[in-house]
């Protein structure tokens, strides 16, 4: 048996979840979240804990069975509590602002950068350097900051760039001077 996949998840007060025809929908008190499941996995509601069971050991059941039982504990996760990646940024004159539902950012290039906040997902710039995105789906969260940290990834020189708050940079010496 898998070892994620034969875990009970456990649904916290105020989330429900409905399995019909294949799809599964949580909802919760920060929103809904509806995920299509494959006809081999099945998902069964016991009281408050919702189980995911395979049908045989075929090496592409046991794989589902481990990926339907993660997805569901995210979004179990997602409509309950939420997710959220914060973002620093280092580098002289490049800093983050908002207006309305777009982040403007300055990176060092000859234009402002422009990106229009996805549906779902809310994005906070409590300081110039810094910008916090939240969101019900992990996926969203996720993907979202990694469009934001492509525009200046991290350099090992100087250390400038868009990191994760939580990311450390190893940053490698110049070139070595003449002897």
Partial sequence: MSRIGKMPIVLPAGVEATVNNHVIEVKGP????????DPAISVEQVESELLVKRPNDNKRNRSLHGLYRSLIQNMVTGVSEGYEKKLRIEGVGYRANKEGNKLNLQLGYSHPIQMEDPEGITVEVPTQTEIIIRGINRQQVGNYAAKIRAWREPEPYKGKGIRYHDEI?????GKAGKK
């Fill in 30 to 37: 920060k929103g809904v979240l509806r995920q299509e499941i």
């Fill in 169 to 173: 940079v190893r940053r490698k010496e």
